[in-house]
């Protein structure tokens, strides 16, 4: 497991062209929340938003990239060789979401970080165990959405494509940038299953000196879900694939 | 026991045209394919493009679940035991792709040398002869992006040999390399049997399944028309003649025209710098050279000749006898 993760992210974080979107995505998310909040005079506003663009990026890195990772796999036509080795292929494809949350890292810590250079953003966080492993737990969670994603991305081809499709909704649906108050009533059950939503309270409840704990045991219960329906789903996504020739499939 | 054992498979996709009538059509690829290979035994699948060697091989190695038959591979069955199967077997797939192209071909190794579980303290040794065994030592910090087509392909070798399995399966290992490298290729894929291990090889290469294989199934349109040893398989034509006739620009519907001659028993064109080459097979004691020029509608006609037949006449009257 912890070859395929270092492996599969030095494959992932190798090309020079998505890595500059990992510059140019923090920089564009800490500018909309810095342009969004600065007419607020308390500094904790701008933290709120800076955290809120901080998981913007993370997501938006997570869910962009989960697509694009099964995708080369077809493209470099290492899918079969992956699913014809042999261990569970579960324990396989964990190892790539989770290389990919790992950029989600990167680019939220990115993300704060111009806030606080480029716009001066107070970046004074209360609680910094609790936010540390608050950061720590939705970085799991987010790598769990992943490979519920990718396991889709497995039987279905054109499956990328949602990743794209979640990227933007989450960040409304999530809270990351207008809180869920502000949101209609039906939208609201829709926020409580993605744990998004929970890790980006744990977050902003440790940093501005709150109680993370409950939303983080949410969060993480909810990156438990996925990954059990993920590894249910995989068998017999991989049964239909295997029946339906769709591995080799570009 | 066989080593591999297939039994009546069959393997039939499913695939549609038209966007808004949308038609569904299933095409059999493969239609009740039967064969067994035995311990440390070279087979190959012989066999052109299309013929359903690659989908057979697949469903061996477990990626294609056969729509009926079974297969068993060292007494293991390849859908119910896929998993038991996977860690026997090795696989080599021609072409480019397969390798994770922005990193070396050291990672590359070094990755499914950790999926197939060989233990960390023998894979870097376990690497270093497997580079040497397929001529790649002193390249393999390279990322395999710049690699060769032949480079590549004998990565995938190395790879499918990385755990030491004792049953390979090669799946037109030589395709698209230069004849120095394939010849090469072809010694390692000999040294493999030296070493005990039991293999089958899918070619379209006639040659090539003469100089390796203990015995070839020629699959043509997804069944076996002949198995045999090389010899046996020659001495299927082996009382034939054949008419070559090199043309300068074949005209259209030529082949056609030959193959209607009585007596004709497959037709086949090849391909030679800026010429054709007609080969025609017919019975040894029936002299048709006339009657095959006199259907050539006037083309620029080189050098004629006529000889004994070949294993790849064998072969080309094997896959033709359908058409």
Redesign the interface.
């Known amino acids: 497991m912890a ?2 993760w270092y ?1 599969q992210f ?2 992932i974080s ?2 020079p062209f998505e890595g500059l979107f990992q510059i140019i995505w923090p920089l564009f998310f800490a500018t909309v929340a810095f342009l969004m909040f600065r007419a607020g005079t308390d500094p904790k506003t701008l933290l709120y938003a800076s955290l809120g663009a901080a998981v913007m990026g993370m997501w938006s890195a997570t869910s962009t990239t989960a697509g694009g990772a099964m995708q080369r796999e077809r493209w ?3 899918l ?9 292929f579960s324990l ?1 494809l964990l190892p790539i979401t989770l290389a990919m949350s790992t950029i989600g890292i990167y680019c939220l810590v990115a993300t704060l970080l111009f806030g606080r250079f480029v716009f001066g953003i107070d970046l004074t966080v209360e609680h910094k165990v609790a936010f540390g492993v608050s950061i720590v737990g939705t970085v799991l969670s987010f790598g769990a959405l992943g490979f519920l994603f990718a396991v889709s991305f497995v039987r279905f081809r054109a499956a990328w494509a949602l990743g794209n499709l979640f990227e933007y909704p989450v960040w409304l649906i999530g809270g990351f940038l207008v809180p869920l108050v502000l949101l209609p009533d039906w939208v609201r059950p829709i926020s409580w299953v993605l744990a998004p939503t929970w890790g980006m309270n744990a977050i902003r409840e440790s940093a501005l000196g709150g109680t993370p704990w409950p939303d983080l045991a949410l969060c993480l219960a909810l990156g438990v879900a996925y990954l059990t329906l993920g590894v249910l789903a995989l068998d017999r996504v991989l ?1 239909a694939a ?4 769709t ?2 499939l570009t | 026991m066989s080593v591999v054992e297939a039994i009546d498979l069959h393997r039939t ?2 695939t549609s045209t038209g966007t808004i009538r949308r038609k569904w059509i299933d095409v059999e690829a493969v239609r009740g394919v039967s064969f067994a290979i035995e311990k440390g035994e070279l087979f190959g699948l012989l066999g052109p493009n299309g013929a359903g060697k690659t989908t057979t091989i697949k469903m061996l ?5 056969p729509t009926s038959g079974t297969a068993k591979v060292l007494g293991h069955d390849v859908v119910k035991d896929a ?1 038991e199967v ?2 026997r077997i090795g ?1 080599v ?1 021609g ?1 480019e ?7 070396s071909g050291y ?1 590359n190794l ?3 040398a ?4 060989v233990p960390p303290g023998e894979q870097k040794q376990r690497i270093a002869s497997l580079l040497e065994l397929v001529g790649l030592t002193g390249r393999e910090q390279e990322r395999t992006e710049g690699y060769s087509r032949g480079m590549k392909q004998r990565l995938h070798v190395a ?1 499918g040999l990385l755990h030491d399995p004792p049953v390979v399966f090669l799946d037109e290992p030589t395709i698209g390399l230069d004849p120095v490298g394939a010849r090469e290729l072809r010694a390692t894929i000999a040294s493999l049997v030296d070493a005990g291990k039991t293999v089958l090889l899918t070619t379209h290469y006639m040659f090539e399944a003469d100089a390796l294989c203990d015995r070839i199934a020629v699959i043509n349109k997804g069944e076996i028309v002949a198995h045999g040893t090389p010899a046996q398989l020659k001495q299927n034509v082996a009382e034939g003649a054949v008419v070559e006739v090199e043309i300068f620009g074949i005209p259209e519907g030529t082949v056609e025209r030959v193959r209607e001659l009585p007596g004709v028993n497959a037709v086949s064109v090849e391909e030679r710098e800026q010429a054709q080459v007609l080969i025609v097979q017919t019975p040894a004691d029936i002299e048709l050279t006339h009657a095959i020029l006199g259907r050539l509608d006037g083309a620029n006609v080189g050098r004629v000749s006529r000889r004994e037949p070949t294993l790849e006449d064998a072969y080309v009257a094997l896959v033709s006898s359908g058409e």
Not at chain 1, 80 to 88: D, F, G, K, Q, T
Not at chain 2, 61 to 65: D, E, G, H, N
Not at chain 2, 114 to 117: K, M, Q, R, S, W
């Open positions: 070859f395929g492996f030095k494959a190798r090309s470099h036509g290492t079969e060789a992956l699913v014809a080795s042999p261990p569970h396989i049964g295997r029946k339906r020739a591995l080799s | 996709y499913r190695i477990t990626l294609l679940i998993r996977r860690k696989y797939f072409g792709r397969g390798v994770y192209e922005r990193l990672d070094r990755y499914f950790e999926l197939y579980g790879r």
